[in-house]
């Protein structure tokens, strides 16, 4: 693994919580398959995180979609 990989890891991991699909990018889904295994603290430096942006991209969903239902009314 390279300073470039542990850069990279977060927001790529980032990705896949906003729901891209990393399986139509090979090189990407095994890099970060790779990286998941065999970093060092890979969960416990980016767990937290990665669950924090669901929350909040799963209320922001919810928020606009009331909002949306709320405007045609």
Same mark, same amino acid.
């Given at each position: 693994?390279?300073v !470039?990989?542990?850069?990279? /890891?977060a927001s =790529?991991?980032?990705?896949k /919580? !906003?729901g #891209?699909?990393?399986?139509?990018?090979? @090189? =990407? @889904? $095994?890099?970060?398959i %790779?990286?998941? @295994?065999?970093?060092d +603290?890979y $969960?416990k !430096?980016n767990? $937290? +995180? =990665? #669950? !924090? #942006? $669901?929350?909040?991209l %799963?209320?922001l969903? %919810?928020?606009?979609a009331?909002?949306?239902q709320t405007?045609?009314?």
């Amino acid at each position: 693994m390279t300073v !470039a990989d542990f850069t990279l /890891v977060a927001s =790529i991991s980032t990705f896949k /919580v !906003a729901g #891209v699909d990393l399986t139509k990018y090979d @090189n =990407i @889904n $095994e890099w970060l398959i %790779k990286c998941m @295994n065999t970093m060092d +603290g890979y $969960e416990k !430096a980016n767990q $937290e +995180g =990665i #669950v !924090a #942006v $669901e929350a909040t991209l %799963k209320y922001l969903d %919810k928020k606009f979609a009331n909002l949306s239902q709320t405007q045609s009314l």
